[in-house]
T-cell receptor, first 116, second 116 residues
Framework: EAQVTQNPRYLITVTGKKLTVTCSQN?????MSWYRQDPGLGLRQIYY???????DKGDVPEGYKVSRKEKRNFPLILESPSPNQTSLYFC???????????????FGPGTRLTVL | AQKVTQAQTEISVVEKEDVTLDCVYE???????LFWYKQPPSGELVFLIR??????QNEISGRYSWNFQKSTSSFNFTITASQVVDSAVYFC?????????????FGKGTKLSVIP
């Protein structure tokens, strides 16, 4: 089954404790992206990657890191989480960036993060 | 800059009523894609439809229909004979379709509640 998976789905942590949220897709997609969703603000892009070893900042990158060592994986790293990073996080992937019909982004199930 | 406006923050309807969710967009691009996603209470984001800016034909899929009007920069979504399972937050989104594009701009969503 074609899908984007995220782990963990729920996480409660404390300020300053490094964490990683994993994202994996099995569709051989080139493009992957991380979003956060907050009440009243909608979805905002954190980072994206157009292919292996190619990453770039989105609209709200502060406090986050990413890496893309393999095509299927795109982990989101919070080196020192703070309470304002409490949010619902989504990973997404798509293929054929801007070159055809197939660049619909498909989303993972979401990770609900609480930073105390 | 791209912008998507969903002016209706929340809508409540009684089951079997028809309901239209509005989406107005702004872009300087001449070629772009428009999307609708559904976020049910379980939290995942489900892709509903993609529409190319060259294709202004309305689309119908079961009880769902979409009205794309380039002249008014609108891409409205109508649910006919609404059901309780339609209760969700619906997001409209916009993406430039040119080579190398990546940015998916979301509206802030419309929360639809269908009352039995």
């Amino acid at each position: 089954e074609a899908q984007v998976t995220q782990n963990p789905r729920y996480l409660i942590t404390v300020t300053g404790k490094k964490l990683t949220v994993t994202c994996s897709q099995n569709m051989n997609h080139e493009y992957m992206s991380w979003y956060r969703q907050d009440p009243g603000l909608g979805l905002r892009q954190i980072y994206y990657s157009m292919n292996v070893e190619v990453t770039d900042k989105g609209d709200v990158p502060e406090g986050y890191k990413v890496s893309r060592k393999e095509k299927r994986n795109f982990p989101l790293i919070l080196e020192s989480p703070s309470p304002n990073q409490t949010s619902l996080y989504f990973c997404a992937s798509s293929s054929h960036i801007g070159t055809g019909e197939s660049d619909t982004q498909y989303f993972g199930p979401g990770t609900r993060l609480t930073v105390l | 800059a791209q912008k998507v406006t969903q002016a209706q923050t929340e809508i409540s309807v009684v089951e079997k009523e028809d309901v239209t969710l509005d989406c107005v967009y702004e872009t300087r691009d001449t070629t772009y894609y428009l999307f609708w996603y559904k976020q049910p209470p379980s939290g995942e984001l489900v892709f509903l439809i993609r529409r190319n800016s060259f294709d202004e034909q309305n689309e119908i899929s079961g009880r769902y229909s979409w009205n794309f009007q380039k002249s008014t920069s609108s891409f409205n979504f109508t649910i006919t004979a609404s059901q309780v399972v339609d209760s969700a937050v619906y997001f409209c989104a916009l993406k430039y379709s040119g080579a190398g594009s990546y940015q998916l701009t979301f509206g802030k969503g419309t929360k639809l509640s269908v009352i039995p």
